[in-house]
């Protein structure tokens, strides 16, 4: 079981990003599955989730910036985000569970 987080990089304000899950032992599609963020010295803050069903949902910090979709072919899933700030800067995270990857590095600054 692995979980795989890439995508993140430099990116300036206002400016989109789309992170990407790898997901390995797991099947995304029957998977409730989750992003979450954190900062050096904080904790994990929950960002987004995507059900089995196919529900989502985004942490009010982020709504109407962010989304989480899947692609079950590819066993995939990834976090659209867009008008991001500096304070999005942190180590994200896919999740399913307990279980998270190593996480994949968002900086926004000018």
């Known amino acids: 079981e692995q979980l795989v987080e890439t995508g993140g990089e430099l990116v300036e304000p206002g400016g989109s990003l789309r992170l990407s899950c790898r997901v390995s032992?797991?099947?995304?599609?029957?998977?409730?599955m989750n992003w979450a963020r954190q900062v050096p010295g904080k904790g994990l803050d929950w960002v987004a989730s995507i059900y089995s069903s196919g529900d989502t949902y985004t942490a009010d910090f982020v709504k109407g910036r962010f989304a989480v979709s899947r692609d079950n072919d590819k066993n995939e899933i990834y976090l659209h985000m867009s008008a991001l700030k500096p304070e999005d800067t942190a180590l994200y995270y896919c999740r399913v569970g307990t279980q998270r990857g190593r996480g994949t590095q968002v900086t926004v600054s000018s």
């Open positions: 032992g797991f099947t995304v599609s029957i998977t409730d």
